[in-house]
């Protein structure tokens, strides 16, 4: 199974759950605190409010809204005929104009929000700034440089999901055997692997979480078994999303971003993937190369030609080449050093361009045979990485795990979304990955993504989507239309969106 937009997943489960705010047809609008109608009309008519012609930028007044749901949708007006813009995700702040559009789909009233669209104050959004769900989703996702939040991946025994904060004798009691020699071991081997940086400093647990309060959910009430503290084991080979870490009566725990409690020790750190792709400046191009052996010598050229080494190259270390070769198979990178070429795998410059490389358009290029991307501006290359398609390799996408191929265009993007496929065979296709990072979707449910539970760019790896490291998915997503506006955690392509080129 592939990842499943937010825009098609509203459709596919609108039999089974309640419609978002908003949904119902609207019978009769009113502008709350509005002025009387009558009296001498403007000399230039004002947009209707409301309407899409009225969703313009507006100077903030004080007045500011919080996404209380787990998608709070944004729609381009308050009529019966809206369309959606986007959403916000549970504890996005926003700022709304006063007054408020009342009807009979949305009783709690229409805010018009910056930098568009209108979101119901209602079932998803709340002008209680201290709502509880608002108190424990304050923590935003990071963007632009790497991974949005602290990720684990569940261990042989996946962990427990509380629903509030256990004591000492609940956790003992749930966890069973070996839990406090499980809790020392964890600590010593994220202290021993480096990995406490990925944590940061741990302190006490924030102030909304209690050991006799349960905490409440962005999507509703949890049905189902309920423990006396937890709601039973997450599924095996889930992947989590923590917003924070904190340290609770000698336990590591971590918060989920649907408001789980989850003890650490029952997963294992995801340590970011240190690959990073080659940012290409206006007066460079293409080649580049990645270095694919785990060794790879540095060298310096003397003056008399030979080669000296001079240390060494990280893995996958992005190479800027010059153009210059040696009849030994050496070739120069920026910097004057040098490398065996047998160790690299090149980009070489195109030959030929597909018709959407015109002017300063952006667009994408995907080669499966080489798992390389580059991003492009017209016919100037601006970016250049080692990405993961499909194991299908060239097969049909419809019956194997191959990525499709084709021109496209990007049409929605999250900044995080829980995926339900794209893991390779490793966890027996129990898939639950929480808040996979930065994804684009260009054509049905094929996305462009980031991948926190593999670090194996460079080689065919998913189940059909376009895989790449974090920091890389995050430059992309920066780069690419259209644009996830700031608090925003997820768009509808309105306009022309960014072009995705996947080829053999």
């Not at 759950?17 to 019978?27: I, N």
């Amino acid at each position: 199974m592939r990842l499943l937009p937010f825009a098609t997943f509203s459709i596919l489960l609108a039999c089974s759950r309640p419609d978002p705010p908003g949904a119902l047809r609207a019978k009769a609008t009113q502008l709350v605190g509005s002025p009387s109608s009558s009296g001498s009309a403007a000399a230039r008519p004002a947009p209707k409010l409301g309407t899409a012609a009225d969703a313009l930028p507006f100077s903030p007044t004080g007045r500011r809204l919080v996404s209380i749901a787990w998608r709070t949708w944004i729609y381009t007006d308050t009529e019966a005929r809206r369309e959606r813009y986007g959403y916000l995700r549970a504890g996005a702040v926003v700022d709304a104009r006063d007054p408020p559009i009342v009807n009979d789909s949305c009783e709690g009233g229409w805010y018009r929000i910056n930098p568009r669209g209108f979101v119901c104050v209602g079932m998803g959004a709340s002008l209680d700034l201290k709502h509880p769900v608002a108190v424990a989703s304050t923590v935003r996702p990071g963007r632009g440089a790497g991974l949005p939040y602290i990720y684990g991946m569940a261990e042989d025994v996946a962990p427990l999901l509380y629903f509030r904060l256990p004591t000492a004798d609940e956790a003992k009691d749930s966890e069973g055997p070996g839990f406090e020699e499980r809790v020392t071991a964890y600590k010593d081997r994220i202290t021993r692997e480096g990995l406490s940086t990925v944590l940061g400093e741990l302190g006490a647990p924030p102030d909304f979480l209690s050991t006799r309060r349960a905490l409440e959910k962005p999507y509703g009430a949890v049905q189902g078994l309920r423990y006396s503290a937890h709601m039973g084991r997450a599924a095996p080979g889930s992947g989590f999303a923590f917003s924070r870490a904190f340290e609770w009566q000698g336990r590591w725990y971590g918060l989920t971003t649907e408001l789980d409690v989850v003890g650490l020790e029952r997963t294992r750190l995801v340590k970011p993937s240190l690959l990073r792709g080659v940012v290409l400046p206006s007066d460079a191009g293409l080649p580049v190369a990645f270095v694919t052996s785990r060794y790879s010598v540095r060298y310096s050229q003397t003056a008399t030609g030979e080669f000296k080494p001079n240390g060494a190259f990280g893995y996958r270390e992005g190479l800027r080449l010059t153009g210059r070769g040696s009849p030994g198979g050496m070739v120069e990178a920026n910097g004057g050093v040098w490398a065996a070429d047998a160790t690299l795998r090149r980009i070489e410059p195109r030959t030929n361009f597909p018709s959407v490389a015109t002017g300063d358009r952006k667009w994408i290029d995907v080669s499966i045979q080489d798992q390389t991307l580059v991003a492009y501006e017209g016919r100037r290359p601006v970016f250049a990485t080692l990405v993961s398609t499909g194991i299908g390799g060239m097969g049909d996408p419809a019956t194997t795990n191959a990525t499709v191929r084709g021109t496209f265009m990007i049409y929605s993007k999250e900044v995080s979304s829980t995926m339900d496929g794209d893991i390779v065979q490793a966890t027996a296709d129990s898939y639950a990955l929480r808040d996979v990072p930065f994804v684009q979707y260009f054509h049905q449910g094929y996305a462009l993504h980031g991948a926190y539970w593999h670090d194996e760019f460079g080689k065919a790896r998913s189940h059909g989507c376009v895989n790449l490291a974090p920091a890389d998915a995050a430059w992309l997503f920066e780069w690419t239309d259209p644009v996830v506006p700031p608090d925003w955690h997820g768009v509808v392509n309105k306009e022309r969106g960014t072009v995705v080129h996947v080829r053999p």
